[in-house]
């Protein structure tokens, strides 16, 4: 049984930090490009960041590279999401994706809720 559980969400005041982690189960995490994505209040989901199988390359929307940072441990079976300098509009639902290039698979986790608000 496949799963990602997304953790590490909550309420912060502009400016602060949180860690987002995600943990898989049931596929071959190793193998599968892990992605970030978030949808705000009334907008359209949006990817944040992505990660190489082996995590040596990384990609980054332009509204948040600078202050977030995604890293892997596959042997931890589990990505990250390190926000720092965080803003109110990166509020929104975070969303933990894997994909499978080679078969298609794509995976989601349930998701996860950031507030930015003072």
């Known amino acids: 049984q496949v799963q990602l559980v997304e953790s590490g969400g909550g309420l912060v005041q502009p400016g602060g930090t949180l860690r987002l982690s995600c943990t898989a189960s049931?596929?071959?995490?190793?193998?599968?490009?892990m992605r970030w994505y978030r949808r705000a209040p009334g907008k359209e989901r949006e990817l944040v960041a992505a990660?190489?199988?082996?995590?040596?390359?990384?990609n980054y929307a332009d509204s948040v590279k600078g202050r977030f940072s995604i890293s892997r441990d596959n042997a931890k079976n589990t990505v990250y999401l390190q926000m720092n300098s965080l803003k109110p509009e990166d509020t929104a639902v975070y969303y933990c994706?894997?994909?499978?290039?080679?078969?298609?698979?794509?995976?989601w986790g349930q998701g996860t809720q950031v507030t930015v608000s003072s």
């Open positions: 994706n894997a994909f499978s290039f080679e078969t298609n698979n794509a995976y």
């Open positions: 049931g596929f071959t995490f190793s193998t599968y490009v």
């Open positions: 990660i190489a199988r082996a995590g040596g390359s990384t």
